[in-house]
C-alpha cells in the first residue's frame, strides 16, 4: 500500500516534470500543426505530377523545376526561367508550408492551392499549356489512369489533377526546427544569442507581420511602409505593383502578401523581385523601408541568427 | 364478372398506393430537417461572424499580435456558407431570386468585410507598431538630450518640450481621434521641423524618425478607425437576419402545407381505417357464414351418428334377443334333460308301481280266501273237518306255506315300494337341482369348480347309470372362482349328456367318461370332458359347434352351439379334439380364471 502511494507520488511528479517541461510557450508564433492525414493515393499521385514536366506546354517545365525541395522549396535564382527560357516577373516563393498561406503568389490572387496550380500551368509565361492537353497527356499514361482510377471515382480530371497537386502540397511542412521545438517548450534548444534575437524580432516589431503559424503569410502589407523601397531600389515593372494589380485599389498599391519566414535562410534571394540576395540585406531594408527604425548594433546579426532557427525538417532531413 | 371486380380492385389498390405515394412525396420532414440544419448553420456563421468581430477589435487595442485568428473564421464561414448553400440553392426551396438575391447581398458583404478586414490588418499592424515604438523613441531623444551640454540644453528645452508634447498628443490622438487633435499633432510635426534645424545631427535623426512615425499615426489612425467603422457597418450579420427570416417565412409556408398535409394524411388515413373496419365486417360476416355452415354440418353429423347408435343399439337388441333364444334353447335342452331324466326314473316308478300291482294281482292272499272258504263250508265239524277231511287235513299245511309265501311276497312288495320311493326321491332330486338353477342370471358368483361338476353329473345321474358310464373323476387344484353358474352349468350338462351318448354304441369295452377340471398358465381354468366313444370324423371337426349340426335322430343341433356361444360370452372358448372315428372325442372349455374374494 504505501509502495504503491510512493509510486503513484512519483508518478505525478514525473506527470507535473514532464508537463511542466513541455508546456508550449504562448507566443505571437506558433509551432507548425502535423501533417494532414490525406489520402495516401491522391498524395503519391500529386508526388508524380509535381515532377511532370508533361504539365508544361512543351515538356520542359514540371513544378519540381522552380519549387525544388532541396533548394528550400524554391530555386536559388532571382528569377526562374518559363517554358520558353525567359525570366519570370517575381521571385519563385516556397512550396513548403505554403499550404498555410492565407492565399497564395505575391500578389495573392488565388485563395487555394488548387487555383494556384491552375494559375501557373496556364499562365503564358510559365508553362503555357491548357488543361485540354495536360489531362490528355496524363490520360495518355495508362499508369496515371489506373493510379487516377483507384484515387478518384471520376479518374483523369483537370480539377483532379489540381487536387492531386494540392494534396501533396499540404503534406509539405517542414516541421520540427529549432524555434518550434522552443515553442513546445524546449527552451534550451535556442543559445542566448538567438533568443536575443527573438528579442529583438518583437521588440522592434517585425512581429507586427511575421506572425502566427507560418511567422507571415496572412496578411497583406505594403513594400515601403516607411519609404519607397521601389523607388529607391529602381527598374520599377509592373509586377512590383503587386495587390494593385488584382484589385485595382489604390490603396492596393505595392502592397503583397507577407511571405512567411519558416526556412527563409534557405531561400534567398529575397522579396518579389528577389532583389535582396542575403538575408542581411533583407531585415536591413525590412528595418528602413518597413520598420523606420535604425537597428542597434549587431541587433541584426542577432536577428538573423534567430531567423536561422526556422529552417524545419522536411523527409526527417533540416532543409 | 369476377374479371371485371378483379380489375376494379387492383384499380383501387393502384390508386390508394399512389395516393400514400404522393403524400409521402409532398411530406415536409425533409423540408423541416433542412430547416433546422439550415438554422443551426445560419446560427454558426453569425457564431463565427463574431468571433472575426472580436478577433479585430482584440488586434486593435492590441491585445492580440496574431493575425491567424483573423484569417481563419472566414475559411470556417466559408465552408458553413458552403453547406447552407448547397441545402438552400436546391430548386423548390424557395421562391425563384428571393434566395438569389440574399445569397447575392450576403456574398457581397463577405467581399467587402473581407476586404476591409485586410486593409485593416495591414494597416493595424504598422500602426500599432509606431504606436508602441513612439516611447522608445522619445527615451532615445531625451536620452540624447540628457547628454548634451548645459548651455545646449538650456537653449534647447523648449524643443525637448515640444516634442515631448508631440508625443503627448499623438499618443492622445491614437486614443480621440478628433479633427482638433489632429491639427495639434500636425502643428506639432511642423514646429518639430522647424525645431530640428536646430539640434545636432545624431538628435535630428532621432526627431525625424519620431517625425515620421507620428505621421504615420496621424495618417494611419483615422484610416484603421474608418476600416473599424466599415467592418463595423458590413451587413452580415444582417444579411443574415435576412436569410433567416426568409427561411422562418418559407419554413411557415412549409409548416402550413406540411399541416395541410397531415390533414389531407388524417382524412386518407381515416378513409382507409374506414375500409378496413368494412373489411373486417365482412371478414366477420364470412367468418359467421362459415360458422353457420359449420354448424349445420356439425347438427348433420350429430344426427347421423345418433342414427348410427340407434342402429347400433338395435342390432344390440337384436343380438342380445338372439342370445335370448339362444339361451332359451339352451334352457329348452335342459328342460329336455331334466324331463328326460324325469322321464327315466319316472320308467322305474311305473315299473315298480305295475310290479306291485301285479304282485297284488296274483296275490297268494287269495288262497287264503279259498282256506277260508273251505273252513266256512264246515262251520260245525271244523274240527272234523281239519283231522278227517282229506282236504281239511291238507288245509293246515296250506295255510302253513301260504303264510309264508305271503311273508315273501310281502317283503317283496315293501322292497318294491322302496325302491318306488326312491325313485320319486330321485325325481325330487332332480326337479330341486333344477330349481335351484331356473332362477340363475348371468351374474357372476364364487363358485366351487367340483361341486358344479357333480351337480352336472347328478343332473345326469340316471341317464349314465342306465347306460353304465363309469365316471372317471380328475379334478386337479382348483381355487372358487367368480362365474356364471347358469351358463357353465348348461355347457356342462351337454358336454356330459354328448359323451354319453357318444358311447351309446360301445359293447366291447367299458363306457368311461374322464372329468378333468385344472388350471393351466395360472390365468385359465380348464374343463374337459373325455368319452371312449364314436368320436368325431375329421370333415365334422369344423361343424360341430354349428347351428343345426346334429348326428342325432331325436337331436336339435343346438347343444353344442348354444354352448359355445355360452364359453364365449364369458370370455373363453370351447374347443373338440378326437382323434377319428371310433377312438373317443374330448371337448375342452377354457375361461379366464377369475379368482373370488379371498382367494390366492
Redesign the interface.
Known amino acids: 500500500m504505501a509502495s504503491s502511494g510512493l509510486l503513484l507520488a512519483l508518478g505525478l511528479l514525473v506527470g507535473i516534470s514532464v508537463t511542466a517541461h513541455a508546456a508550449p510557450l504562448d507566443e505571437p508564433l506558433k509551432p507548425l500543426p502535423p501533417v494532414p492525414a490525406l489520402d495516401p493515393k491522391r498524395v503519391q499521385l500529386g508526388l508524380r505530377l509535381f515532377n511532370d514536366p508533361r504539365l508544361s506546354v512543351n515538356n520542359t517545365l514540371s513544378c519540381a523545376s522552380c519549387h525544388r525541395l532541396d533548394k528550400g522549396g524554391a530555386d536559388d535564382k532571382q528569377f526562374s526561367t518559363g517554358f520558353d527560357g525567359k525570366p519570370l516577373e517575381v521571385n519563385t516563393p516556397t512550396v513548403l508550408n505554403a499550404s498555410l498561406n492565407f492565399h497564395q503568389f505575391w500578389d495573392g490572387r488565388v485563395d487555394t492551392l488548387e487555383e494556384q496550380v491552375h494559375d501557373v500551368v496556364v499562365s503564358t509565361a510559365e508553362m503555357a499549356s491548357t488543361w485540354e492537353s495536360v489531362v490528355k497527356r496524363i490520360a495518355d499514361d495508362p499508369g496515371y489512369v489506373k493510379d487516377f482510377k483507384a484515387a478518384y471515382p471520376d479518374g483523369v480530371t483537370a480539377p483532379n489533377i489540381q487536387s492531386a497537386l494540392a494534396d501533396y502540397e499540404r503534406t509539405l511542412l517542414t516541421p520540427n526546427s529549432r524555434f518550434d521545438q522552443y515553442l513546445l517548450g524546449n527552451t534550451d534548444i535556442l543559445t542566448p544569442r538567438e533568443k536575443f534575437g527573438y528579442e529583438r524580432f518583437k521588440e522592434y516589431g517585425c512581429i507586427a507581420c511575421h506572425q502566427g503559424v507560418n511567422i507571415g503569410g496572412n496578411m497583406f502589407q505594403k513594400f515601403g511602409v516607411m519609404g519607397d523601397y521601389i523607388a529607391d531600389r529602381g527598374n520599377p515593372t509592373r509586377a512590383d505593383e503587386g495587390r494593385f494589380n488584382v484589385t485595382g485599389d489604390e490603396m492596393d498599391r505595392q502592397v503583397f502578401k507577407v511571405p512567411s519566414l519558416r526556412n527563409v535562410a534557405m531561400t534567398a534571394p529575397y522579396f518579389h523581385k528577389g532583389s535582396a540576395p542575403t538575408l542581411e540585406r533583407a531585415v536591413e531594408v525590412m528595418f528602413r523601408y518597413q520598420l523606420g527604425r535604425e537597428p542597434q548594433k549587431n541587433d541584426t546579426e542577432l536577428i538573423v541568427e534567430f531567423l536561422k532557427t526556422l529552417t524545419g525538417e522536411w523527409e526527417g532531413k533540416p532543409q | 364478372m369476377t374479371a371485371l371486380r378483379r380489375l376494379g380492385l387492383a384499380f383501387i389498390g393502384l390508386l390508394l398506393a399512389s395516393v400514400l405515394l404522393f403524400m409521402y412525396v409532398n411530406s415536409g420532414a425533409q423540408q423541416a430537417a433542412s430547416y433546422i440544419e439550415s438554422r443551426d448553420l445560419i446560427r454558426l456563421l453569425k457564431q463565427q461572424d463574431a468571433i472575426w468581430d472580436n478577433e479585430v477589435l482584440k488586434s486593435r487595442i492590441a491585445l492580440?499580435?496574431?493575425?491567424?485568428p483573423?484569417?481563419s473564421p472566414l475559411h470556417e464561414m466559408a465552408r458553413l456558407w458552403q453547406r447552407l448553400d448547397a441545402i438552400e440553392s436546391e430548386p423548390g426551396r424557395h421562391a425563384p431570386s428571393l434566395w438569389e438575391n440574399q445569397r447575392d447581398e450576403y456574398l457581397k458583404a463577405i467581399k467587402e468585410k473581407t476586404?476591409l478586414v485586410?486593409?485593416f490588418?495591414?494597416r493595424n499592424?504598422?500602426l500599432?507598431?509606431?504606436l508602441?515604438?513612439l516611447p522608445t523613441v522619445e527615451d532615445d531623444i531625451q536620452g540624447q538630450f540628457a547628454q548634451l551640454s548645459d548651455a545646449d540644453k538650456l537653449q534647447l528645452q523648449a524643443v525637448a518640450v515640444d516634442t515631448y508634447d508631440l508625443l503627448l498628443s499623438s499618443m492622445e490622438f491614437a486614443q480621440l481621434t478628433t479633427r482638433e487633435i489632429a491639427a495639434e499633432v500636425l502643428l506639432g510635426l511642423n514646429r518639430m521641423d522647424v525645431n530640428k534645424e536646430r539640434l545636432p545631427k545624431e538628435l535630428r535623426?532621432s526627431v525625424d524618425?519620431l517625425s515620421?512615425?507620428i505621421a504615420?499615426i496621424l495618417r494611419e489612425q483615422p484610416r484603421v478607425n474608418e476600416l473599424l467603422a466599415g467592418i463595423e457597418a458590413v451587413p452580415v450579420s444582417d444579411h443574415l437576419d435576412g436569410i433567416t427570416s426568409l427561411l422562418e417565412k418559407d419554413q411557415a409556408i412549409a409548416a402550413g402545407k406540411y399541416q395541410r398535409n397531415h390533414i389531407y394524411l388524417l382524412v386518407f388515413a381515416t378513409v382507409l381505417a374506414l375500409i378496413l373496419i368494412w373489411l373486417a365486417i365482412r371478414l366477420m360476416r364470412s367468418f359467421g357464414e362459415i360458422k353457420r355452415v359449420n354448424n349445420a354440418l356439425q347438427t348433420a353429423n350429430d344426427v347421423l351418428e345418433q342414427r348410427v347408435e340407434e342402429r347400433t343399439r338395435q342390432l344390440k337388441d337384436t343380438q342380445s334377443e338372439l342370445m335370448d333364444t339362444a339361451r332359451q334353447a339352451g334352457m329348452a335342452e335342459i328342460a329336455t334333460n331334466v324331463l328326460h331324466n324325469v322321464g327315466n326314473v319316472l320308467n322305474s316308478v311305473n315299473i315298480s308301481a305295475d310290479l306291485v300291482s301285479r304282485k297284488l294281482r296274483s296275490s297268494k292272499a287269495i288262497g287264503l280266501s279259498k282256506a277260508m272258504q273251505l273252513i266256512n263250508e264246515h262251520p260245525d265239524d271244523l274240527g272234523h273237518f281239519l283231522t278227517d277231511d282229506p282236504k281239511g287235513k291238507l288245509l293246515p299245511g296250506y295255510l302253513n306255506q301260504l303264510v309264508e309265501a305271503i311273508a315273501v311276497e310281502q317283503q317283496g312288495l315293501i322292497d318294491e315300494l322302496a325302491q318306488l320311493s326312491k325313485s320319486v326321491d330321485h325325481i325330487k332330486d332332480i326337479v330341486s337341482t333344477q330349481q335351484s338353477y331356473a332362477g340363475a342370471n348371468s351374474l357372476l358368483e364364487p363358485l366351487v369348480v367340483s361341486e358344479l361338476l357333480e351337480d352336472a353329473l347328478r343332473m345326469n345321474s340316471g341317464a349314465l347309470t342306465r347306460h353304465h358310464v363309469t365316471v372317471i373323476k380328475e379334478y386337479g387344484e382348483v381355487p372358487r372362482i367368480m362365474g356364471d353358474k347358469h351358463r357353465l352349468l348348461l355347457i356342462l350338462i351337454n358336454l356330459i349328456s354328448n359323451a354319453k351318448y357318444a358311447m351309446a354304441g360301445v359293447s366291447n369295452h367299458a363306457r368311461n367318461m374322464t372329468l378333468r377340471a385344472e388350471v393351466v398358465n395360472g390365468d385359465t381354468l380348464q374343463i374337459s370332458v373325455k368319452d371312449e366313444g364314436e368320436g368325431i370324423p375329421e370333415e365334422n371337426m369344423t361343424r360341430i359347434f354349428a347351428h343345426g349340426f346334429t348326428t342325432r335322430k331325436e337331436g336339435h343341433g343346438f347343444g353344442l352351439h348354444s354352448c359355445a356361444l355360452a364359453a364365449i360370452e364369458m370370455n373363453g372358448h370351447l374347443t373338440a379334439h378326437s382323434e377319428g372315428p371310433g377312438k373317443g372325442a374330448t371337448f375342452e372349455l377354457q375361461l379366464p380364471l377369475k379368482l373370488a374374494e379371498g382367494e390366492q
Not at chain 2, 492580440?64 to 491567424?68: G, K, L, T
Open positions: 492580440s499580435h496574431n493575425y491567424d483573423l484569417v476586404r485586410e486593409q490588418k495591414s499592424s504598422v500599432r507598431n509606431s508602441a515604438f535623426d524618425i515620421r512615425h504615420l
